[in-house]
T-cell receptor
């Protein structure tokens, strides 16, 4: 039973446009959500997070939106840059500080 | 920022041998370290949680006698894959937190284990 799902395995976006990466979850006990950027054979790098008591968090070009009623969150990157091309992982925190990850979405930003 | 160093980055071993993977927090003291593994086209799966000076807590389905975790200091945790088999071939990653995870999780660069 996959508690964190990233349904779209890949996304291709034109440079300068908005990238929207989606994530769904099933466990209502998750209290914190995080987005990571990952390259092959490397560990994830933290991007942005959001507490379950908020619905939006913004950091520069990155904004995360949380819709608790829909158990859905999204990461918006605007404007997208070629350097943003990577795999993006959605993660959710539960008790004991454990993280549950989605399978990731590969973003390709075309110049 | 916080840095976690993980070694080796890749290792090939023969079936039946043991392999040790090290995870070090370089500029902070990690009260909790987590070990994950990732199979191809799957998500990172938590294997175990370790707190300095205490026994690791393993996730369901992870054999504690096969995956030995030692967290003897606040800067070092090790994962030993004992009697490795080809099905243990995977990408193993550690992460560390400082106190409350609201300070964030820092990940190592991962270890690609291939058992032949």
């Amino acid at each position: 039973d996959q508690q964190v799902k990233q349904i779209s395995p890949s996304l291709s976006v034109q440079e300068g446009r908005i990238s929207i990466l989606n994530c769904d979850y099933t466990n209502s006990m998750f209290d914190y959500f995080l987005w990571y950027k990952k390259y092959p054979a490397e560990g994830p790098t933290f991007l942005i997070s959001i507490s379950s008591i908020k619905d939006k968090n913004e950091d520069g070009r990155f904004t995360v939106f949380l819709n608790k009623s829909a158990k859905h969150l999204s990461l918006h990157i605007v404007p997208s840059q070629p350097g943003d091309s990577a795999v993006y992982l959605c993660a959710a925190r539960s008790s004991g500080d454990k993280l549950t990850f989605g399978t990731g979405t590969r973003l390709a930003v075309r110049p | 920022g916080a840095v976690v160093s993980q070694h080796p980055s890749w290792v090939i071993c023969k079936s039946g041998t043991s392999v040790k993977i090290e995870c070090r927090s370089l500029d902070f003291q990690a009260t909790t370290m987590f070990w994950y593994r990732q199979f191809p086209k799957q998500s990172l799966m938590l294997m175990a949680t370790s707190n300095e000076g205490s026994k690791a807590t393993y996730e369901q389905g992870v054999e504690k006698d096969k995956f030995l975790i030692n967290h003897a200091s606040l800067t070092l945790s090790t994962l030993t894959v004992t009697s490795a088999h080809p099905e243990d071939s995977s990408f193993y990653i550690c992460s560390a937190t400082i106190g409350s995870s609201n300070y964030g999780y820092t990940f190592g660069s991962g270890t690609r284990l291939t058992v032949v």
